[in-house]
């Protein structure tokens, strides 16, 4: 008896066991799902009302002076002015500068002078001569002026021949609008560098005594977009290129109701740089590869799962962004406020990397200093980092959003690791990604794309308004001028690819931005009688 109620007490007491350990597993899923829930919310509140900035306060240099030492044995000595004094236990900013490049502005002279009365001493009656002058200058705008340019070709006719001749004139960009190269290029500027959607634009007309509808100037974009389509398509020799960027980000279409994505192709090494956008319907990783068919090179993306076809592909080296996987920590951090956890010490290991390749870009290394020194300081760091984040791995909840930013960063890391190889690869994409949230910045003023013809003239108009921007291309004056080559192009007396923003006249471009500034300065006279 005593025997059979022990075993049933050893059976109860396993069982309680067995119930035990099922509780704790269950206390522990759930404290998991709690804290992730947490970081969701902090997540929103953060997206709604916290800085969009994942940028650091300060990185680093690193602190071996002999390896810093390295960055410029193929450049002078330069101390670059970085507008920061570092003060003990703190830096300040310095004041931003108000001066300006006056000389590139007109300049409109009012002189002031006494009148006769007044060139009188007070004190004995005498004349006063005079001893000088006093200057300053004040920055003023004129407002927007709009005006009719008449157009009058004098006609000439032979009375025995019965013939008639007369005097040309420019070809208009769109012959049966009434709107001319540089009201077209203003309506295309406003749009696409500074988001002001077509309604506004059209208000603001509104307030000139100028009747023109919305629909009206998109007609005129899209005419325009149409006809500069063979410099876009000219745009895709970037594939020729070795080394390419590629990312995507999403936009709504007005006429599925639908995301759409505008995907970016950048080529750091064609010119000073050229990026090509390219609208899709979907994020499939087929649009990169059919785009990508001919191209051969080093590929960097994100950690997306649609470019794996593409990294595997023969003739392709593929690899990752570090950015991407920092910039995972940096939410970890923001979200808890933690700024001594593991996320806080993994965006501290990492600033030694990104002050280096900081300290190469600003030296303009060769190619193969910059592969030397990046295996020299920049793989001890790495192989740290790595041995670290799998110590630290165990100890974080794999389903929280810092253990997720962990096994996303061990999950890329071969990818990661690639550019350490190649001295011409960048440590990330910021810079494509950077001129992406140029989209970013339109879609809160434009919302979205009407259809997908829409968003094929989005896409080439911000891939050369951007690539302009990169080859240090007035965009005003760029996209003028090759308004009026539009008509060349269809003719074919002009190559499309003469007027890539790395390839056009530079002498050409500045002689018509002359030409147009005088052509102003006159209507401006010939306005004030």
Excluded at 101 to 107: F, I, M, Q, V
Aim: proline share 5%.
């Amino acid at each position: 008896m005593v025997h059979s109620d022990f075993e049933t007490l050893q059976a109860a007491y396993a069982f309680r066991g067995i119930e035990l350990h099922q509780l704790q597993e269950r206390l522990t899923s759930l404290e998991e799902e709690n804290a992730r829930l947490k970081e969701m919310l902090k997540a929103q509140q953060e997206a709604l009302f916290g800085k969009k900035s994942e940028t650091s306060s300060t990185i680093a240099p690193p602190e071996d002076n002999q390896d810093a030492n390295l960055v410029n044995e193929d450049a002078p000595d330069t101390k670059a002015n970085s507008g920061t004094i570092i003060v003990s236990a703190h830096t300040r900013k310095t004041r931003g500068s108000r001066t300006l490049d006056a000389k590139s502005l007109p300049k409109h002279t009012v002189i002031y002078d006494l009148i006769e009365e007044q060139k009188i001493c007070t004190c004995c009656g005498k004349p006063l001569h005079f001893i000088g002058q006093e200057k300053s200058e004040q920055l003023e705008i004129i407002p927007t002026r709009y005006c009719i340019i008449e157009h009058i070709r004098m006609k000439y006719g032979c009375r025995p021949c019965d013939a008639i001749k007369m005097a040309p004139k420019p070809l208009a960009p769109l012959p049966k609008a009434i709107a001319g190269p540089s009201l077209l290029t203003d309506v295309i500027l406003n749009k696409y560098q500074y988001h002001l959607p077509l309604y506004r634009q059209a208000k603001i007309m509104k307030s000139y005594s100028i009747s023109i509808s919305d629909k009206t100037l998109a007609n005129w974009v899209m005419a325009i977009g149409e006809g500069l389509m063979p410099i876009y398509d000219a745009l895709w020799v970037i594939l020729e290129s070795r080394y390419l960027q590629v990312d995507e980000t999403p936009v709504k279409v007005l006429e599925t109701n639908k995301k759409g994505y505008v995907w970016s192709y950048f080529a750091p090494n064609v010119g000073q740089g050229l990026v090509v956008f390219e609208f899709s319907n979907t994020r499939s990783g087929g649009v990169a590869f059919d785009r990508l068919k001919k191209f051969n090179g080093l590929l960097q993306t994100d950690g997306y799962s649609g470019y794996n076809v593409l990294r595997n592909r023969d003739g392709i080296v593929g690899f990752g962004c570090l950015s991407h996987a920092r910039r995972k920590y940096s939410e970890v951090v923001k979200i808890s406020g933690d700024n001594h956890g593991i996320a806080q010490e993994m965006i501290e290991r990492m600033k030694p990397l990104y002050a280096l390749e900081a300290r190469m870009r600003d030296a303009k290394l060769h190619h193969r200093t910059r592969k030397r020194l990046r295996q020299k300081m920049a793989r001890p760091i790495l192989k740290a980092i790595h041995a670290w984040l799998r110590a630290v791995k165990p100890k974080v909840p794999p389903k929280s959003k810092l253990g997720k930013a962990i096994q996303y960063t061990l999950n890329q890391w071969p990818y990661l690791m690639t550019y350490l190889r190649h001295g011409m690869a960048e440590i990330d994409t910021n810079y494509v990604e950077n001129k992406i949230r140029e989209i970013a910045l339109g879609k809160k003023n434009w919302l979205f794309f009407g259809n997908e013809d829409c968003g094929k003239i989005h896409a080439l108009f911000y891939s050369l308004i951007i690539s302009a921007v990169i080859n240090d291309l007035n965009p005003r004056v760029y996209l003028h001028y090759i308004l009026t080559k539009i008509h060349d192009i269809r003719r074919g007396i002009i190559d499309p690819i003469t007027l890539l923003p790395d390839r056009i006249d530079c002498n050409a471009l500045e002689q018509f931005a002359m030409e147009q500034i005088a052509f102003g300065k006159k209507m401006l006279e010939s306005a004030q009688g």
